[in-house]
């Protein structure tokens, strides 16, 4: 089975400074690892994605993500917070096991980020 | 566009109620996914399809809930006898392929579902 934490709930930022969002995963098999962000009133959209190749993981909007399997974690960070980076970003994992090689994913229940000018 | 879209964007239902929704995946994208995201909550696995054929409905809550995609593009989300924690976003993914979990999925903006 998989499962995702995200041990924030929420993050508040001042603008300009770091941005770090925590993801800890559960999977029995290699997982695929995504961070999607959903902007208000707005569908969910893709940042970036780890799929067994680099561990370091760069995404859109100069956010990125490190895979490491010692700690089954996938942590987001951007060095320097903007005020559109205001959203809530869902860490979220797949993995090929039980039959469900076509991608189910499973979200973790996200973290708020608020950016303050 | 080119995008998935999805209708109506809202919906308000008396308990009790049927209702249906409505997911146009980007043209061309074999795997559809359902998902239903309560207040608060992350996005939770509904059901799956591979072009026409249903392979996964084990996230469907009770028998009151049925999705279809008859000709493998549009598919529908119907839910009967609405009850008031069937309210939440309902959201529509698609991708392109059909076996890799690697994949891309694309969202569509969501139905705000309110069974009161």
């Known amino acids: 089975a998989q499962s995702v934490t995200q041990l924030d709930s929420h993050v508040s930022v001042s603008e300009g400074t770091p941005v770090l969002l925590r993801c800890n995963y559960s999977?029995?098999?290699?997982?695929?690892l995504f961070w999607y962000v959903q902007h208000p009133n707005k569908g969910l959209q893709l940042l970036l994605k780890?799929?067994?190749?680099?561990?370091l993981v760069k995404g859109i909007n100069g956010f990125e993500a490190e895979f490491k399997k010692s700690e089954t974690s996938f942590h987001l960070t951007k060095p320097s917070a903007h005020m559109s980076d205001a959203a809530e970003y869902f860490c979220v994992v797949s993995d090929g096991a039980g039959g469900t090689s076509y991608g189910k994913l499973t979200f973790g229940q996200g973290t708020i980020l608020t950016v303050h000018p | 566009g080119a995008g998935v879209s999805q209708s109506p964007r809202y919906k308000v239902a008396k308990r009790g109620q049927d209702v249906a929704l409505r997911c146009d995946p980007i043209s061309g994208h074999v795997s559809l996914f359902w998902y239903q995201q309560a207040l608060g909550q992350g996005p939770e696995f509904l059901t799956y399809f591979q072009n026409e054929a249903q392979l996964d409905k084990s996230g469907l809550p009770s028998d009151r809930f049925f999705a279809e995609r008859p000709e493998g593009s549009v598919s529908t989300l119907k839910i009967q006898r609405t009850q008031q924690e069937d309210s939440a976003v309902y959201l529509c993914a698609s991708s392109l392929g059909r076996t890799s979990y690697m994949d891309e999925q694309f969202f569509g903006p969501g139905t705000r579902l309110t069974v009161l």
């Open positions: 780890y799929t067994s190749a680099a561990t």
């Open positions: 999977s029995s098999y290699s997982p695929s």
